[in-house]
């Protein structure tokens, strides 16, 4: 595969990425809704049903009230706690910096959550630092936002582009395109024909013309501890030799720490 035809599919996620502002909106809302909850947690000193002699208070449910940001109105729900010891400054510290914070998150959003951004954004919105659990907690909920711009803004935007282009096709009434990899924020995900997304549980597969054989080859180095690239180039060079209709010049690209071709 050649680096201009990779091109095409980093540029389609970049657009679908910049105009999915409901998006962003969700991004911020499971953000903003995580934050709150760890800051709870750490002021009642124990989770939701959690049983420990360090607990201070208990929950009493939650209000609900509206962050306005420049991208439109994001409902949250406040947590309260029986004895009025909660109290969150999120609301106001965001209306300080909202340039700043929306930029980081919209940074977040496009190039992937880590636990750095993640605490940096948080201190900066609630003007203090969390526990290490907590900022797991959040990242692991953030990161499930990637799978839905994935199966939503993304997969509708690869169906637009290949019926513009002429690629997609009809079986029985049913419309098909190709079967490609994405990686995106780290992470592999493949498209299959039907427009499914999935993700390999072994963080690496093939797809295309000698895909078996390029699969039998990076099976058999798993474990090799051999470099990436060159597994990778291994399994095209297999494919090549024992494959009709595949052939060189292979490009193999490394994007954001994690290696394609």
Same mark, same amino acid.
């Given at each position: 595969?050649?680096?201009?035809?990779?091109?095409?599919?980093?540029?389609?996620?970049?657009?679908?990425?910049?105009?999915?502002?409901?998006?962003?909106?969700?991004?911020?809302?499971?953000?903003?809704?995580?934050?709150?909850?760890?800051?709870?947690?750490?002021?009642?000193?124990?989770?939701?049903?959690?049983?420990?002699?360090?607990?201070?208070?208990?929950?009493?449910?939650?209000?609900?009230?509206?962050?306005?940001?420049?991208?439109?109105?994001?409902?949250?729900?406040?947590?309260?706690?029986?004895?009025?010891?909660?109290?969150?400054?999120?609301?106001?510290?965001?209306?300080?910096?909202?340039?700043?914070?929306?930029?980081?998150?919209?940074?977040?959003?496009?190039?992937?959550?880590?636990?750095r951004k993640?605490?940096?954004?948080t201190e900066?919105?609630?003007?203090?630092?969390?526990?290490?659990?907590?900022?797991?907690?959040?990242?692991?909920?953030?990161?499930?936002?990637?799978?839905?711009?994935?199966?939503?803004?993304?997969?509708?935007?690869?169906?637009?582009?290949?019926?513009?282009?002429?690629?997609?096709?009809?079986?029985?009434?049913?419309?098909?395109?190709?079967?490609?990899?994405?990686?995106?924020?780290?992470?592999?995900?493949?498209?299959?024909?039907?427009?499914?997304?999935? =993700?390999? @549980?072994?963080?690496? !597969? *093939?797809?295309?013309? &000698?895909?078996?054989?390029?699969?039998?080859?990076?099976?058999? %180095? $798993?474990?090799?501890?051999?470099?990436?690239?060159s597994r990778?180039?291994?399994?095209? =060079?297999? @494919?090549?030799?024992? !494959? *009709?209709?595949?052939? &060189?010049?292979?490009?193999?690209?490394?994007?954001?720490?994690? %290696? $394609?071709?």
């Amino acid at each position: 595969m050649t680096e201009k035809s990779i091109n095409p599919v980093v540029a389609l996620a970049k657009e679908a990425i910049a105009s999915d502002a409901e998006g962003l909106k969700a991004l911020m809302r499971a953000a903003f809704q995580e934050v709150l909850e760890a800051e709870m947690t750490e002021a009642l000193g124990a989770g939701k049903s959690e049983r420990t002699e360090r607990r201070l208070g208990h929950r009493s449910g939650y209000y609900e009230r509206d962050l306005i940001t420049r991208i439109g109105k994001i409902e949250l729900r406040v947590p309260q706690d029986r004895g009025g010891r909660f109290s969150t400054e999120l609301f106001e510290r965001y209306a300080r910096a909202e340039k700043a914070l929306l930029a980081a998150l919209a940074e977040m959003y496009v190039q992937g959550v880590s636990t750095r951004k993640v605490k940096a954004i948080t201190e900066e919105l609630v003007g203090h630092s969390f526990s290490a659990s907590s900022i797991s907690a959040i990242v692991k909920r953030l990161d499930g936002e990637l799978e839905r711009f994935m199966s939503t803004t993304f997969i509708d935007a690869v169906r637009a582009c290949l019926k513009a282009g002429g690629w997609a096709t009809k079986e029985n009434e049913h419309e098909r395109g190709g079967e490609f990899l994405v990686g995106v924020q780290g992470r592999l995900f493949i498209i299959e024909g039907d427009y499914q997304v999935g =993700e390999p @549980a072994a963080g690496w !597969t *093939a797809v295309g013309g &000698g895909y078996l054989v390029a699969l039998g080859h990076l099976d058999a %180095t $798993a474990k090799t501890g051999r470099a990436p690239r060159s597994r990778i180039k291994g399994a095209l =060079e297999a @494919a090549e030799r024992h !494959t *009709a209709g595949v052939r &060189g010049p292979f490009a193999i690209v490394t994007t954001g720490g994690r %290696t $394609a071709h």
